[in-house]
Each structure stands twice: as structure tokens, then as C-alpha cells.
């Protein structure tokens, strides 16, 4: 047996020795290759520097900067789609957004990564539905923010291991169709509705792959879908059944040129200050008067008369009451009288009503129109009042209008105005401040219109929503003020309309139904319908209902539609498959998280609730969170009248003045109103918006998210983000170049403890651990401002402008060096791979593509198990913090930065280049400090540009420092010297701070003069007085410094 044992350890000694031959071989064949590239690189650039010198000193570079041109060629993706990108090729010399996001979204996409797991495997659950977009239409700003935001959350928690699911879907909105059903049939007018959706719903998922959202397409929806269809209806039979939806004739916001009821989220108010003529939809090029307040007389008998005062002459010819308040002395003799109508055979009563009646108001004396204003319907129903219906369905006037029918509705205003003033009954008119509701699609006058609707009553489950927030099962962020909003709202809920007069949508499952024979019943009453999936169901519901064979029924189903609210407040689970138990329905819902604007925190958030409790017996989510409403930088609404509505894509792939000012023109905007949207443009983008980068807009977007009501979107700070990609781009690049043959530590040993790391080291990894921490708060508390300032910080300020520039005397070290220095650098070169890879791993959920671009440029850890950086791990704060938070090494770095600081301040002032490398001379008088500052001097050198640094020990008492040396104080332990003999001009110096200071002087002289006024102390507010004082306080202090430098610069003179 011992032989065969001895054979066996020679066999696995000899396949060890073999292992480590290759890796040996490996990693001399890498270093071989990174050598030939290098000299490969040095080659071209002999080449260049030779070209150069053949053109007399000019090349390809000078000249297009020269002309101004972009040196960037277009860039053709050649990577097959859902293949792999091919990375092999050197680096480019700086970023550019098309390049780098081609080609990695399909294959995200063909990897699966945006599907979930066939099994979750005891992971957390995390899922979203997407607020499904109109499909007609195509994403704005607002679509951009929300999709950039959910795409941050569903990201971050991927990385962190949970069973996410972000499910994609669109809105059939039906009313976004209505303006063009009149020129075509229903049947032909559905069709083409079904073209525009394939031919736009198409449109907007493809700008949603551009915005790098990762959406499971796998599970796309769309409110018509059989599917999402079978719930709609299932819901409405339901609610029927339960008495919930009723039919009843009511007031609606009616749009006379769509010929339809709308929501209130589809009324979009103006405030008219004083008189207007305005043009109105439908009657052609005439003006008609706004914001005035028309007099006219009712007459009471043949010798007196009641003056009413209204902005809405033309509704008079409803009028069914006149009301007058029941104190009012003026009207007491009036009590129990009638008036006579002018126009039609009617009398109309005199009523007394304290609730609608205002006596300082206008004459005190109040028309009475119960079909046409809702606070007139209100009080027709507390006076029993006549309830007349003037107009026709398209603003017409109908048979009750008398000589007035079949008029235009603002025509019939200017013909009741000539007609009392023929009749001596017009008694003048006055402004009157107003606020107008117009149709938000047609930009028609909405009219309040009485027309029998369907409605759900929502007052049951209205309590259970504000219950669920009440008792923490539903979470609303920011609590202030939207839990106070959802509160008023629901505990004051109205009923729901929730019909459409439209061709497009959920046809309503309802049938009127009758006996053969019979008349047809009043349409207006519930009594006299079912509702039921199908026309066979309502046969025999009816049947039933009216005691009769099924072949003496005759039903007649509902033309309307359902409001496509009615079919969103089911999304969260109408996906799923509801009112099926699907396995993805067990699976996935509730959902976790729904993210909207506050904008729609009723129409939408609250009516999901409310369903979803109802039907479910489950939240739909567990919380809500509300992003504020995109703003320009000027804090104005994104109006197309103001020039300030910006496309996404016109952010990520740049746009100039003149096309901006095209698309200007696709629109329905009137020749004045162009005019203004193009001299806003000019004001606000005078060179265009440049290409930006979808990484970029998604980055700066998430970064206003600090919960606030609104942001002021300033396309500059986008432009900045740019600039920062080409920052990570350039520190990505250099470090690619100092990492070849470095070997980044395995995950398994990556938290061991290294005696080889510096105190810098210490410091990033402690900031790299801080930046997590604060980072992994900002995304689970939805304050992405915060996780994108720290992701932002750490590159910026620590990786880029402390770490690199700390370690460049390391990474160039080569093998002649010691093995210490060599042991040095290899612990650099680990330390600045971490940096690299989880601080891109920080950043992947705001900037996929730039981060998952570089992240595979990257080497690799070998037990690395990620294919791809938005499938890899997201750094664990807890990990981190316990293994790499080192306080006294932020505190050591600090200090070194406080005193880079003020050297750099110094340089400022004397006018130094990167270039001029005087000595630095730190004089320290606390010997703890010294302790802590010395190994640090080297990097304290490098972020200075300093040829040496050195301490003056003074711990025995000051040393004074001699006049070529440039001093500041850091602290009352601490002062700063550079050497600046031979490398400045002190005349040019002297003139520039004289310069200054008489400038300054001036400011000074001239605010302290405004302070001794005779009024001054008397009439100046104090927080004036204070803040005067503290600028005169800045303004001494500065002149001073310019004394004393003037002071060190005739010194320095003297000393030349």
C-alpha cells in the first residue's frame, strides 16, 4: 500500500506544480502582452509627434480645434443584437454617450436578467408595476423621472439578491382618441385606434430600453388585453351586484368638442384677472368676453324689477329660481314672488337661501341655473327646483333654448347681451377676476353638463383606505403633507363617474333592458339594468329580473366606456391574471412599492386602494411613494407655450436652437404663442441642450429626489452629469493602465485584514465604507439625493481628487524597485481596484450603462459570479463599515486636506502653475499632530505640487519663517509655508492685489455709506442691519488679507 500512497502524492504534487507552472506561464504572457501594447501605444505617438513635425507643427487634433469641429467620429454599433459587446479594442480617449450605450440593454435583455428566477428560493419579494403611459402619446420629463427612479429601486434591490419583478405596461387612454372618432365609423374608428396603438405603444417601449429601464417584457400589459379586460368587467358586474355602481343623472364636466363627461384631473384651470376676449374651440375665428360680470333685469311686475349679476349670461335661459339671501333687507318685499322669464314661458320663483347667497356680492341677488353649475344643482335640490337641460351634447342649443336653439353656446352669450340691451333690460357690466376650466385635450371651455351617468359609491371603501394609512399598513412618502391630503380627500369623497361617452375603451357591461313590446324604460334609473360578462348572462339575468321568457327580453347594451381610471385602479393586480389565482398572482402580489407623482395621488393611488381592499381583501402595495412635479429652472410648469417642455431624447442624444425651435411647430400652438416658446428657448438654451447621455438625465434626475414638491429642472446640472461620466470614463482609463498584472483579492479574503495598506488606503476604503452606508440609506429610505450625493462624492472628491493623486508615485513603480516598495504597490493597486469596482457597483443604479461598461473592462476577482455588474453584489454596509471604518484615518486625511487647502489657496494668490513646484515647509507646534501628519507628507506633496515637504518641529516655541516664504495659518497649531523665491513677479503681484483691494475698498465704502443714513437705525429691518454688518465684517476682513499680502509681496521684492 505504501508505494501506491507515495504514487498517489507524487501525482498531486505534480499536478500542483503544473497549476502553478501555468499561472505562472499566464501571467507572464499577460505581462508580455500589457509590455507590446505599451510600446505599441509609444510607436503611434512617435508617429504622431512626426506627422506633427512634417506639417510644420499643426495635426488632425489642433485643427479641428481650431474649426471648432468634434473630434468624436460617429459611432457605428457593430455588435449583433443581444450579443455580448466586444471590448477588446483600446479604450477611447474620453466618453461618449452613444458608444457606450450600445449593445448592453438587448443583451440584458437576452440574458433573462430582467425576469425573475422560476423560483424565489426564500428571497425578499420586491416588485412594481410601472404606471402605465398613455399609449397614444410618448414619454415626457415626468415619465423620464419616474422610470429613472423605479429603475434605481428594482436595480438596487436585484443587486441585492431579492426575487424582483418591475412589470411594463400602457394605458389604452381612451379620451387622448376622441378628437378624430367624428370623421370615422365606430367599427372603423376602433381599428384604427388599434393601429396607433401597435404603431405608438411600440414608440414608447423602445424610448422606455432607451432610459435603460429594466422592465420584465416577458410580462408586458396593456389595459385592452383580454386579460385586463376580464377584470374590468369582472369588477363592474361585482360592484352592480353590490349596489356600488348606480345609474343616476347628475352634474359632469362635459367637453363640448370631444362630446364627452371628463375627469377632474382632465380640467386644467387659468386665472383671467381682468376682461378677455377670447377665441373658443369649435366657433371659428370669433372672440368672445371673459372675466366680466353681465347685469341684466328680471322683471317682477310692469313698474319693478330684480338685477341679477353673472359671468355665464347665456345659462339664464335655464334659470329655474332666482335666490336672494333671507337677511337681505333690499329683496324682503320680494319674499314669495315670481319673476317673469324673458325669453321662454316660464315663471320663476323667488327663493331664500343663506348658503348660496353672498349679499356683498354683485347685486346680492342670484340666478338659478340647477342643470348647468354645481353650486345651483346643489340648490335646486334643497328648493325641489326644475332641473332644465339647455344644451346638446356638442354646445349647441337644444329645444329648451327657445329662439336661441340650435346656437353655439358662446354665439347665443353675445346674442342675449344684444337682445337685453334691445329689450332695455341690460343693466351694464364689471370685471371680475375668474378662474376658467378648460378640456386639458381639446382646450375647450368645460361645461358642467346634467346627463345620466354611471357612478360607484365610494364611500365604504374610501374609510377602509384612510383606515389602512391610519394604522401604518400603508406608508405614504413623504407623510407631509400627502397623508393630510389623502385624508381630506377620502373623508370627503364624492361618488365616481366613471362613464365615458367614447368609442375607445371597456365598452360598459350593463344592458337596459325591456319586454317586447314595451316602451323603453327611463335609462336613467338603475331598476332598469343588469350588468353581466356577457350578452347571454344579461339575457337571463334580465328574464329573471322582469318575470318573462328570455325571448320577450330586449337588451340593449351601454354605448359608453368606462373611464380608464376605472381599468388602472385594477393594474397591480390585473397583470397578475386577477380574478384568476395564477401562479403569478400567488406569487407576486401585493406588490411592494408604488411610485408616482403626487399629482395623481387620488385619481389613481387612492382608487387602487380602495379596489384593490374591495375586490382582493389586500393592499395592492405597501407603500407609496410621491415624487415631486418636474419644474424648468425658473420654478415655471413645462408648458409648450413657454418654449420649456424638453423631450428626453433631446437630453441624451443633444438638440440644437433651430431644431428646438421645429418642434415648436408639430404642435397646436398659436403663431403668438410660438413666438413667446421661442424666445423662452433662446433665453434658456441660446446653443441648444448637448448631448447629455441617458446615464446623465437618469442621474440627474434621481438627484433632485430630496422630496420636495417640485423640481426645477436645470438642463446645466444634466450637462455637469455628463461631465462627470467623462470623469469616471478618465479615472476608470487610468487606472486601467497602472492595473495590468495586478491580481484583485478574492471575495473570500477581501475583508482580511492587510498590514501592507497605507494610511490613504485606510482612509478611501473608511470613505468607501461611509459612502455605502449613506448611499444604501438614500435608496431604502427613498431620499436618492442622498445616495446619489455620496456616490458623486466619493468618486469626485476622494477616489479622483485625493486617492489617484496620492498613489501616483506608487503605481509607477517598476521591478527594479525593492520588494517592500513592490509589496507597496500591489497593495495600491488592490486598494484602487476595490475603489473602482464597488464604487461603480454604487453608482450601476442610477448610471447602468457607463458603470456596466467599465465594470467589464475591469479585471476580474477570481471567484467573482457575476456576468454582468447589474447581476452582481451590492456592497453590504454591515460588511464594510466592520471591516474597513477607520475613524482615526479620516481624522489623519482631514487634517492633510485642510492644510492641501490653504496651500492651494496660497498658490492662487501668488499665481502659481501646476507646473512651479516651490518647497513646502509645515510648521507644527502640537506634537500629536506631527505624529499623525507625517506619513502622510508624501501625498500631502502630490496634491499640492510641491518638489518637497517637510515639518518645522516647534513644539519648543515658533520658528519665524523668512520673507521668501508665502504663510498662512491653518489653525492656532499649525501654519503652512511655501517658498515662492524665484518662481513669482511681485510687482505683478502688488499691482493685481492693489487692484483688488481699491475695488474692494469701493464695496465697502459704498454699503457702509448706505448704513449712516438718518433713517437707517429707525426704518431698516434688523435681519438688514445684520446681514449689512456681516458683509462690512467680510469686506474688512478681506482687505485686510490684501494689506497683509501686499505687505508679504514688498517684502518678497526686496528679498529679489
Same mark, same amino acid.
Given at each position: ?5 507515495s504514487a498517489e502524492l507524487d501525482a498531486a504534487a505534480a499536478e500542483k506544480l503544473a497549476k502553478r507552472e501555468a499561472k505562472k506561464a499566464a501571467k507572464a504572457a499577460k505581462i508580455a502582452a500589457a509590455k ?58 474620453? %466618453? ?19 425576469t425573475p428566477t422560476a423560483e424565489a428560493n426564500g428571497r425578499p419579494k420586491y416588485v412594481i408595476v410601472i404606471p402605465p403611459p398613455n399609449v397614444t402619446g410618448s414619454l415626457h420629463l415626468g415619465h423620464a ?148 360680470l353681465d347685469k341684466f333685469a328680471y322683471k317682477v311686475n310692469d313698474d319693478d324689477e330684480l338685477v341679477v349679476a353673472t359671468t355665464r349670461i347665456e345659462t339664464m335661459l335655464g334659470d329655474t329660481a332666482v ?18 322669464? #324673458? ?33 345651483? *344643482? ?307 438654451? #441660446? ?16 438627484? %433632485? ?40 483579492? #478574492? ?61 501616483? #508615485? ?205 433713517? *437707517? ?40
Amino acid at each position: 500500500a505504501a508505494p501506491a500512497a507515495s504514487a498517489e502524492l507524487d501525482a498531486a504534487a505534480a499536478e500542483k506544480l503544473a497549476k502553478r507552472e501555468a499561472k505562472k506561464a499566464a501571467k507572464a504572457a499577460k505581462i508580455a502582452a500589457a509590455k507590446a501594447k505599451k510600446e505599441a501605444r509609444e510607436a503611434a505617438q512617435k508617429a504622431k509627434a512626426a506627422a506633427k513635425a512634417a506639417n510644420g507643427g499643426d495635426d488632425d487634433d489642433d485643427n479641428k480645434k481650431k474649426s471648432g469641429k468634434d473630434d468624436i467620429p460617429e459611432f457605428v454599433n457593430t455588435t449583433p443584437a443581444g450579443e455580448k459587446k466586444d471590448l477588446t479594442a483600446e479604450m477611447a480617449s474620453s %466618453y461618449h454617450p452613444p458608444a457606450v450605450e450600445a449593445a448592453w440593454y438587448a443583451w440584458w435583455q437576452k440574458q433573462g436578467y430582467f425576469t425573475p428566477t422560476a423560483e424565489a428560493n426564500g428571497r425578499p419579494k420586491y416588485v412594481i408595476v410601472i404606471p402605465p403611459p398613455n399609449v397614444t402619446g410618448s414619454l415626457h420629463l415626468g415619465h423620464a423621472l419616474t422610470n429613472s427612479v423605479q429603475d434605481a429601486l428594482v436595480r438596487w434591490r436585484r443587486m441585492k439578491g431579492d426575487d424582483v419583478l418591475w412589470v411594463p405596461g400602457t394605458d389604452h387612454a381612451g379620451i387622448a382618441t376622441q378628437r378624430v372618432r367624428h370623421d370615422l365609423g365606430r367599427t372603423d374608428f376602433v381599428k384604427k385606434v388599434w393601429e396607433w396603438k401597435e404603431m405608438y405603444g411600440s414608440k414608447i417601449y423602445n424610448q422606455l430600453r432607451r432610459l435603460g429601464s429594466s422592465l420584465d417584457w416577458t410580462r408586458t400589459a396593456f389595459t385592452m388585453d383580454d386579460n385586463l379586460s376580464a377584470a374590468v368587467t369582472e369588477c363592474f358586474v361585482r360592484f352592480f351586484e353590490e349596489g356600488l355602481i348606480y345609474r343616476a343623472d347628475r352634474l359632469v364636466n362635459w367637453c363640448c368638442t370631444l362630446e364627452t363627461a371628463i375627469s377632474d384631473i382632465e380640467v386644467e384651470y387659468i386665472d383671467i384677472e381682468k376682461p378677455v376676449q377670447r377665441k373658443v374651440p369649435g366657433h371659428g375665428d370669433k372672440t368672445y368676453p371673459f372675466g366680466v360680470l353681465d347685469k341684466f333685469a328680471y322683471k317682477v311686475n310692469d313698474d319693478d324689477e330684480l338685477v341679477v349679476a353673472t359671468t355665464r349670461i347665456e345659462t339664464m335661459l335655464g334659470d329655474t329660481a332666482v335666490a336672494v339671501h333671507p337677511d337681505d333687507e333690499r329683496y324682503k318685499k320680494y319674499h314669495g314672488k315670481k319673476l317673469k322669464h #324673458p325669453f321662454v314661458d316660464r315663471e320663476i320663483p323667488i327663493i331664500l337661501d343663506s348658503v348660496l347667497v353672498d349679499m356683498n356680492f354683485g347685486t346680492g341677488a342670484v340666478k338659478v341655473t340647477p342643470a348647468h353649475d354645481p353650486n345651483d *344643482y346643489a340648490t335646486g335640490k334643497r328648493h325641489n327646483l326644475e332641473f332644465i337641460n339647455i344644451l346638446n351634447r356638442n354646445g349647441t342649443f337644444n329645444e329648451n333654448g327657445g329662439e336661441f336653439a340650435g346656437m353655439k353656446r358662446f354665439d347665443v352669450r353675445l346674442a342675449i347681451i344684444g337682445k337685453f340691451k334691445e329689450m332695455g333690460l341690460y343693466r351694464g357690466k364689471e370685471p371680475n377676476p375668474m378662474r376658467l376650466g378648460l378640456c386639458s385635450r381639446s382646450g375647450d371651455v368645460v361645461e358642467p353638463f346634467l346627463t345620466p351617468q354611471w357612478w360607484v359609491d365610494c364611500k365604504d371603501m374610501a374609510a377602509e383606505a384612510v383606515k389602512a394609512v391610519r394604522t401604518g399598513e400603508l406608508e405614504i412618502v413623504p407623510a407631509h403633507p400627502h397623508t393630510n391630503t389623502w385624508y381630506h380627500w377620502l373623508e370627503n369623497v364624492q361618488d365616481w363617474c366613471i362613464s365615458r361617452q367614447l368609442w375607445w375603451g371597456h365598452r360598459i357591461p350593463a344592458y337596459l333592458i325591456s319586454i317586447k313590446g314595451d316602451p323603453i324604460p327611463d335609462d336613467a334609473e338603475t331598476k332598469n339594468w343588469v350588468s353581466a360578462p356577457t350578452v347571454e348572462e344579461a339575457r337571463a339575468k334580465a328574464a329573471k329580473k322582469l318575470g318573462v321568457p328570455e325571448d320577450d327580453v330586449v337588451l340593449t347594451q351601454d354605448e359608453d366606456v368606462l373611464d380608464t381610471w376605472f381599468s388602472s385602479g385594477l393594474f397591480p393586480f390585473s397583470v397578475f391574471g386577477w380574478p384568476r389565482e395564477t401562479d403569478d398572482f400567488k406569487r407576486f402580489f401585493p406588490t411592494s412599492v408604488l411610485e408616482t407623482g403626487h399629482d395623481i395621488l387620488f385619481f389613481w393611488v387612492a382608487r387602487m386602494v380602495m379596489m384593490s381592499q374591495k375586490l382582493t381583501g389586500k393592499l395592492p402595495f405597501k407603500q407609496v411613494l410621491l415624487h415631486a412635479m418636474v419644474r424648468d429652472a425658473h420654478n415655471r410648469k413645462m408648458s409648450k407655450s413657454l418654449g420649456n417642455v424638453i423631450d428626453p431624447l433631446h437630453c441624451i442624444e443633444g438638440i440644437s436652437l433651430e431644431d428646438l425651435h421645429e418642434t415648436l411647430k408639430s404642435g397646436n400652438l398659436g403663431e403668438s404663442e410660438i413666438k413667446k416658446a421661442i424666445a423662452g428657448q433662446k433665453a434658456d438654451y #441660446p446653443k441648444g441642450i448637448p448631448e447629455c447621455g441617458t446615464d446623465a438625465l437618469r442621474f440627474g434626475l434621481c438627484s %433632485y429626489m430630496s422630496q420636495g414638491r417640485s423640481i426645477n429642472l436645470d438642463v446645466n446640472r444634466v450637462v455637469a452629469y455628463r461631465h462627470f461620466c467623462n470623469k469616471l470614463w478618465n479615472a476608470t482609463r487610468f487606472a486601467l493602465t497602472h492595473l495590468e498584472g495586478a491580481e484583485p483579492s #478574492p471575495h473570500k479574503t477581501l475583508y482580511d485584514e492587510d498590514t501592507n495598506r497605507t494610511g490613504i488606503e485606510n482612509w478611501l476604503l473608511s470613505r468607501l465604507a461611509a459612502a455605502t452606508a449613506t448611499s444604501e440609506n438614500g435608496l431604502a429610505s427613498f431620499q436618492l439625493a442622498e445616495a446619489t450625493d455620496a456616490a458623486y462624492n466619493f468618486w469626485m472628491h476622494e477616489l479622483c481628487a485625493v486617492f489617484l493623486e496620492a498613489i501616483k #508615485p506608487w503605481v509607477y513603480i517598476d521591478d527594479s524597485a525593492s520588494d517592500e516598495a513592490k509589496a507597496r504597490k500591489a497593495s495600491v493597486q488592490r486598494t484602487l481596484y476595490t475603489a473602482l469596482d464597488m464604487g461603480l457597483r454604487l453608482l450601476h443604479p442610477f448610471m447602468p450603462f457607463v458603470t456596466e461598461e467599465l465594470w467589464q473592462r475591469l479585471p476580474h476577482r477570481p471567484d467573482e459570479p457575476a456576468e454582468s455588474l447589474m447581476m452582481a453584489a451590492f456592497p453590504d454596509t454591515d460588511v464594510l463599515n466592520k471591516a474597513w471604518s477607520n475613524k482615526q484615518a479620516e481624522e489623519d486625511v482631514k487634517l492633510m486636506n485642510s492644510l492641501a487647502d490653504q496651500v492651494r489657496s496660497l498658490r492662487g494668490e501668488y499665481r502659481l502653475t501646476p507646473k512651479q513646484k516651490p518647497t513646502l515647509t509645515v510648521h507644527m507646534t502640537d506634537a500629536d499632530e506631527i505624529k499623525r501628519l507625517t506619513p502622510l507628507l508624501e501625498t500631502l506633496g502630490e496634491l499640492t505640487w510641491t518638489s518637497s515637504v517637510s515639518i518645522l518641529d516647534a513644539t519648543a516655541g515658533a520658528v519665524k519663517s523668512n520673507t521668501t516664504q508665502a504663510c498662512v495659518g491653518v489653525s492656532t497649531s499649525i501654519e503652512v509655508r511655501l517658498t515662492v523665491k524665484g518662481f513669482v513677479n511681485p510687482d505683478a503681484l502688488i499691482k493685481t492685489a492693489q487692484t483688488r483691494q481699491k475695488k474692494m475698498q469701493a464695496k465697502r465704502d459704498h454699503l457702509y455709506k448706505s448704513t449712516q443714513t438718518v433713517y *437707517y437705525d429707525d426704518k431698516t429691518p434688523d435681519e438688514v442691519k445684520k446681514s449689512n454688518q456681516e458683509t462690512l465684517d467680510s469686506f474688512d476682513a478681506q482687505l485686510l488679507a490684501f494689506e497683509k499680502s501686499i505687505k508679504n509681496f514688498e517684502a518678497l521684492k526686496q528679498e529679489a
